[in-house]
C-alpha cells in the first residue's frame, strides 16, 4: 500500500478509536460520522487497537491535528498548543480537550523536579482532573487560582485543586476566598490575610497555569454558575467583555475590563502578556470570540482546542 494511502488508513482508524474510547459513540454511530459501512467501523477500531494507536489515551498524531495547532502556534506565537478532533455529535463536548489537559498534568507531574502547578476551575478543568491516574507526588505543589464559593455561600462543583491533591499526594493550597466580595475595600482587605498572600505568592511562582476560558454572554458559566448576577453580567458585557479567565473579564482585546466585578474579584492576578506557561482548554462556538480575545492579548501562551474552532481561529 502506497505511504499516503497507509497514513489515511491510520488517520481514519485513529479518528474511530477516538470517536469510540474517548467520545463514547457506538460502532454503528462511527459508521455514520464517518460515512462507511458498520463493518468498516469495526476494523477501524480494531486496527486503531492492533496499531496501538490508543492505549487509555489517544497517541495517533492525526495529521490534520497537527497542522492546525502548528498553524495556530505560529500565528498566535504559542509556546504549546494541541488541536483535538471534534466530537461531530456535540461541538461543546470537553472530552477530547480534557484528556490532552489531563496528558499536559500527568507529564508535569511526573517530573522529577519538584514543580508548582496554578489552576482554574470549571468543567473542563474538572474533567482533565477526572482522567488522572493516582500518582504519588508529595514534591509537587498545587495551588488555586481562584476560590470556589459563591455569594450565597455555596460552593461549585466543577472545583479542582482538592480534587487533584487526592489523586497525587501533593501538597495543595486552596484559595480560602470567595470569589468576588462585596466591595473592592473588602476585598482589598482580605488580599492582606497571610494565607491569601500565600497562595498569591505560590501562583505567582508556578510553572504552569492550566484555566479555562468563559465567555461573556448571556450563557456565560460565570452567571450560570451564581458566581455573578444578571445585572453584573450585563455590566460586563456593555463595559465590553468578550471573556473571562479565572473571573477576570476582558474585552475583544483581551485587555482587563477596568471596572465592575473586577474590582471586587480574589483571584490571583493574571499577567498580560502571560509570563510562565499558560494553557487554556477551551473550544466551541460560544467561546470562540473569548478564546480569540484571550489569544490577541497574550492572556495565554498555550492553547488546547479542537478542530472546528482552530480552523475558525485561524480563519479570523
Known sequence: MPPDSEKSRLDDAARAGWLYFIAGHTQEEIAKRLKV?????????SLCLSERLITFRLEHPIAACMDLATRL?????LRSCEVVPTNPASAAAVAGIAERAASLLETTLRSDKPTIVAIGTGRAMRAAVEQLPPMDCPDHQLVSLVGNISPDGSATFFDTVARLADLTKARHYPMPLPVLMSSQAE?????????????HALAA????????IGQMDKSAQFHVDGFINREELFELMRLGAVGEVTGRA?????????????????????????????????LGPAKLPAILAALRGRLINGLITDEATAKALLAR
Open 37 to 45: 459501512s458498520r463493518a468498516t467501523a469495526q476494523r477501524l477500531v
Open 73 to 77: 502556534a505560529e500565528k498566535f506565537k
Open 187 to 199: 476585598r482589598d482587605q482580605m488580599l492582606k490575610i497571610r494565607p491569601v498572600e500565600r497562595v
Open 205 to 212: 511562582k508556578a510553572d504552569l497555569r492550566l484555566i479555562g
Open 250 to 282: 476582558y474585552d475583544a482585546g483581551g485587555r482587563f475590563i477596568d471596572g465592575s466585578t473586577n474590582l471586587r474579584l480574589t483571584s490571583v492576578p493574571h499577567p498580560a502578556p502571560a509570563a510562565m506557561l499558560t494553557v487554556a482548554a477551551a
